[in-house]
């Protein structure tokens, strides 16, 4: 396996490309953030990105900037399928202008309004790190008494309503506008757009109608209208599942579960059509069973995000453990996943990051940074990473 690491681009990021050395990695993971979503990428910019990671004065390691990590989808596209037209075929511009810079892997995701969520951005660990965390109380605060959307009620027992409206009362003027910030504003790396409070109300009503299987029918039309292009230019898409992996705000999500994988590869089965897969995201739920996943789409797995997710007594709260700590096993995990690479013609090495780390040491003492993404909790991760690979017998390539 190649070690990965995610890079938010220039002026985008507290962490430098020597860090990134330093830490071991040999694998950039960015995108042009600064392009807006739904804009087609060109060969110049991605040349650019390309230049400033990968040339580098003499005697210093070589990066190489392998995985786009991500090209937004759209919402339209979300909500209309093959019928966004237009931005399906800019999406498929920035594939041709990636291929034609050997930049051949591509991480998205479908999940609509919202990207990756949480509410929690410096949850205090025993340790005295600060962890990203997902506690359903809080959340439940938000879409109940800040976002007050229509129909939230009955997604909540009383019991639960109870707890959320105390946690709200409890709140602080400024402690609310941080968890807006939080959840509606959109996290680093984000495929959504940040949204006002009325803004995403207004988001919301936009999906009325759209249920589960109305959102799998227009991811699909996506793929069987972006896959031949993929092919052509031998790049490989990999889906991202949702995080967390279940419904939020009443919205439909459809890449949560095994289930889901297997309906997505059934009905678009073209060898572009693989999968992002994120231990972190998918070990939230404790009926997906990691190891199983890995063997079963192992020919799908183009790209990985290894963290490690902690369930919580109340079955819906989740804070991010060590890599090493949490609910996924990542010794069996790294397991399936170097069996997976050895039956691969070559070899072809798959690239894995570390995701989200604590923030700790000096860390704790930066102001800003891309939450989750610090410089010293996700190099503890990928050190710890790199010690399974070697015990495995499988040093990273
Ligand atoms: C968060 C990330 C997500 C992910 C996208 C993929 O840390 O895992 O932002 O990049 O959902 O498109």
Not at 33 to 43: F, K, L, M, R, S
Not at 287 to 312: Q, S, Y
Not at 353 to 369: I, N, W
Request: glycine content about 8%; some cysteine; charged content about 25%.
């Amino acid at each position: 396996m190649r070690q990965g690491w995610r890079w938010y681009g220039p002026g985008r990021d507290d962490v430098s490309l020597d860090d990134v050395r330093q830490a071991g990695a040999t694998d950039v993971v960015t995108s042009l953030h600064d392009v807006p979503i739904g804009e087609a990428w060109t060969e110049a910019a991605v040349a650019a990105r390309k230049r400033l990671i990968e040339q580098v004065e003499p005697g210093r390691a070589p990066l190489r900037w392998s995985v786009v990590e991500s090209i937004p989808i759209p919402d339209v596209v979300k909500r209309t399928g093959g019928a966004a037209t237009r931005e399906i075929a800019a999406w498929i511009a920035s594939l041709e202008a990636l291929a034609a810079n050997d930049v051949r892997v591509v991480c998205y995701n479908f999940m609509p309004v919202v990207d990756w969520t949480r509410t929690d951005l410096d949850h205090v660990m025993p340790s005295g790190a600060t962890a990203l965390r997902f506690d359903q109380e809080r959340f439940a605060a938000f879409d109940l008494h800040i976002l007050a959307r229509e129909g939230a009620e009955a997604d909540y027992s009383p019991a639960e309503r109870e707890r959320a409206r105390a946690t709200f009362d409890a709140m602080s003027e400024a402690e609310r506008d941080a968890l807006v910030e939080t959840i509606a504003s959109a996290l680093p790396g984000s495929t959504t757009d940040p949204l006002s409070i009325p803004a995403f109300r207004e988001r919301l009503r936009s999906y009325r109608g759209i249920d589960a299987a109305r959102l799998r029918r227009h991811l699909v039309e996506f793929l069987q209208a972006v896959t031949p292009a993929a092919e052509a230019a031998g790049i490989r898409l990999t889906l991202h599942p949702d995080d967390p992996p279940r419904s939020l705000f009443g919205l439909p999500r459809i890449a949560s579960t095994e289930a889901d994988y297997a309906a997505l590869f059934e009905a678009v089965p073209s060898a572009a059509n693989g999968m992002c897969f994120c231990t972190g995201s998918l070990g939230v739920r404790p009926d997906n069973d990691l190891p199983a996943i890995a063997r079963r789409f192992g020919d799908r797995i183009h790209f990985v995000h290894l963290r490690a997710t902690k369930r919580e007594p109340d079955g819906r709260s989740f804070h991010e453990a060590s890599h090493l700590e949490g609910d996924v096993d990542m010794v069996a995990v790294l397991h399936e996943l170097v069996a997976i690479e050895r039956r691969r013609t070559g070899g072809d090495p798959i690239v894995f990051r570390p995701d989200h780390g604590h923030r700790m040491l000096d860390d704790l003492a930066k102001t800003g940074g891309n939450p989750g993404y610090t410089a010293i909790g996700r190099l503890k991760g990928l050190a710890e990473l790199r010690g399974i690979l070697h015990a495995i017998g499988a040093p990273p390539q």
